[in-house]
């Protein structure tokens, strides 16, 4: 049977975010953390070994596979760091084109660090993000 990668842990979130090698990234960590708790109303968990995720809904695919994942979420990385926003969202490629530098791919965001974008963006960027994905996928 199919075991996602993805799931909440119980590992500690601050744990984690101490043990990054680099201080910058480590306290660029702390600001997303921040804010992501600012934005969501929710208490970060660690999804998998090195995602902190916000919140958490269940999806399930025309093909039947299904799973949970964290509602918005971010990961400091070695090279970059990954924010999670929803990949469909029809707001999201306006909001990216005032969000400053960084480089995207289908759900991830990569930016170098956070003085490199503008946080005001950001904020709207979850905020929407979160929205579109529990509409998307409400609660049952």
Known sequence: MYEPKMKETDVSVIEFIE???SPKKREDAYRLLDLYAEVTGYQAKMWGPSIIGFGAYHYVYKTGHEGDAPLAAFSPRKAKIS?????DDPEREALLARFGKHTSGK?????NKVDDIDTDVLKE?????VVFTQNQYPEK
């Open 19 to 21: 043990q990054i090698d």
């Open 83 to 87: 924010l999670y926003f929803a990949p």
């Open 107 to 111: 759900a991830c965001v990569y930016i």
């Open 125 to 129: 960027l979850i905020s929407k993000s």
